[in-house]
């Protein structure tokens, strides 16, 4: 048994498919098939059934999985802590993010990391909130930063940097040179929403319903599920929407955009620092979220 056909075993089990863990690492499927058959005849016990095309742990195999992850961790650890002993910071990392955290935000912060430790490396994966904050539970990504909270009992969170999302019209729009709207007003107006599991979305819903407003209440005639669609939306003139001044700040700053508030609406709102407390970090992603942590420090 050796920990390659371990981490095989863990992405077959998380992934549901033989398939889908062959492109996660990188393999053939026949390869994935053999690594398993072979943990299989270390054991001498079934360790995946294959139900409805999908791959299950056995009750042999959901406890080999338990002990797997914690066996690639404390690894990982190992190599890490040989390298810091060495005084040493190096291999790779995954990271998750939001639209607006992801795009606009944690490019900097990785930027500055890797200024101070050199050897790192990064894949930043860019997703609606709710995928990767999945991402997170799945163990394919270590830590994030997302616009929404969670109520997983697995996931933690701490602020980590403020927000306040406004109204955005195009430079001719009829209100572009007012400070505020009232919502009344806002209802008739076409109106260009988020996807679902998009934190700005779940951000500006909560708001509105601390305002005894509602989201069903808005004359929605498209959803967009990426920002930089849905910005372009807003200057062809397709509707008005709600988001980050942070997305927008090339546009404000050429004039091509103007942004509102919504009167008696609260549109201030968190990013957090996010990670699964049921999983033990990196060293380096420990790392990365204490320098994150004291980087957006008020």
């Not at 195999?61 to 914690?70: E, F, Q, S, V």
């Not at 799945?138 to 602020?159: F, M, N, P, R, T």
């Not at 808005?218 to 942070?246: C, F, Q």
Request: proline share 3%.
């Amino acid at each position: 048994m050796g920990f390659w056909q371990l981490y095989v075993f863990i992405k077959v089990i998380e992934n549901g498919s033989f398939s889908k863990a062959a492109k996660a690492c990188g393999l053939s499927q026949p390869t994935i098939s053999s690594h398993i058959k072979q943990l299989e005849q270390h054991f001498s016990c079934r360790l995946v059934d294959r139900i409805e095309k999908k791959a299950v742990p056995t009750k042999v195999g959901k406890r080999l999985y338990d002990y797997a992850i914690k066996l690639i961790a404390l690894r990982e650890e190992a190599e890490a802590s040989i390298r810091d002993f060495q005084g040493k910071m190096q291999g790779k990392v995954a990271i998750g993010g939001s639209t607006i955290p992801g795009v606009y935000l944690l490019p900097e912060l990785l930027a500055d990391f890797v200024n101070q430790y050199p050897d790192v490396r990064f894949s930043l994966d860019i997703n609606g909130s709710d995928t990767i904050i999945g991402g997170l539970i799945k163990g394919d990504i270590e830590l994030a930063i997302v616009g929404a909270l969670s109520h997983q009992k697995s996931i933690s969170q701490q602020i980590t940097i403020k927000d306040e999302m406004m109204l955005v019209v195009p430079v001719g729009h009829k209100w572009a040179a007012k400070k505020k709207i009232g919502f009344e007003q806002l209802k008739k107006e076409p109106f260009i929403r988020r996807e679902s599991g998009s934190g700005t979305w779940k951000s500006f819903q909560d708001c509105l319903q601390s305002a005894a407003f509602a989201t069903d209440e808005l004359n929605v005639i498209a959803e967009i599920r990426h920002t930089r669609a849905l910005i372009s939306g807003i200057k062809k003139g397709l509707g008005v929407s709600v988001i980050s001044p942070i997305a927008v700040s090339e546009e404000l700053e050429k004039k091509e955009l103007m942004v509102l508030h919504i009167d008696k609406v609260d549109l201030k709102r968190n990013f957090y620092l996010t990670w699964c407390s049921n999983r033990t970090l990196s060293p380096i992603a420990e790392a990365l979220k204490q320098f994150i942590q004291e980087k957006t420090a008020p």
